[in-house]
């Protein structure tokens, strides 16, 4: 398992990643890790974006004013124009990382689903796409669940986070809990390839 780094050296480190926030529970989380992020990787930009199942359970302005940085919907209409959003996202970032991964998000972006601007990035991109999925009670262990996930995980490019144990808000049995941020930063940080040579250097940490 990839350990998140603590160095100072670490924090030093610059990145431009997007951030794709879906409709889960955990989602109401998302300012604490944001919050959490700029602490820790303050170098790094993020811009998030929302699924529309997302708004349900945080807000845009909130997230803007963390980021500080407009957060994209997974529309193609902005303003009213067709723009191409999703070659955007594709080209203008060092990876994407989908946190909280819902499985109705999962399971569109397994089946190649090309519906959406997320979709369509996630796709197209060469950059790492890191997923840390949440799942309820059960779900996690049903075999199709399993079968998208092993597509998913063919993907060079792909990286699944492993979910923690934790106990369902709704029922109280044990489930699949989303990972914590700092298991999708260090998976991406071992993936993205200017920061994996860095992590690969002879140079220690604590010698830079």
């Known amino acids: 398992m990839v350990h998140f780094d603590k160095s100072e050296a670490a924090r030093s480190r ?3 990643v997007f951030l794709v926030t879906t409709g889960t529970l955990s989602t109401a989380h998302l300012p604490f890790w944001l919050n959490w992020l700029s ?3 303050p170098r790094y930009t993020v811009t998030v974006g929302m699924t529309s ?3 349900s359970f945080v807000s845009a302005p909130a997230l803007e004013a963390l980021t500080r940085s407009p957060v994209v919907r997974n529309t193609w209409n902005v303003d009213g124009r067709l723009l191409p959003v999703h070659t955007r996202i594709a080209a203008d970032y060092d990876g994407i990382l989908v946190f909280p991964a819902s499985v109705a998000f999962m399971s569109a972006l397994a089946a190649g689903s090309g519906d959406a601007p997320f979709f369509l990035a996630a796709l197209g ?3 790492p796409v890191v997923i840390a999925p949440s799942f309820p009670p059960g779900v996690a262990a049903n075999p199709i669940v399993a079968d998208m996930l092993r597509r998913l995980d063919s993907v060079p490019n792909y990286h699944l986070v492993e979910p923690h144990k934790g106990i369902s ?3 109280g049995a044990e489930a699949e ?3 914590p941020l700092w298991d999708v930063i260090a998976m991406f940080e071992a993936a993205e390839p200017a920061i994996a ?3 690969a250097s002879p140079v220690k940490a604590g010698d830079a």
Request: charged share 35%.
């Open 14 to 16: 610059q990145a431009k």
């Open 39 to 41: 602490t820790n990787r």
């Open 53 to 55: 199942s997302a708004e």
């Open 125 to 127: 991109t060469k950059v």
């Open 169 to 171: 808000r709704s029922t």
């Open 177 to 179: 809990a989303t990972p």
């Open 197 to 199: 040579e860095d992590l």
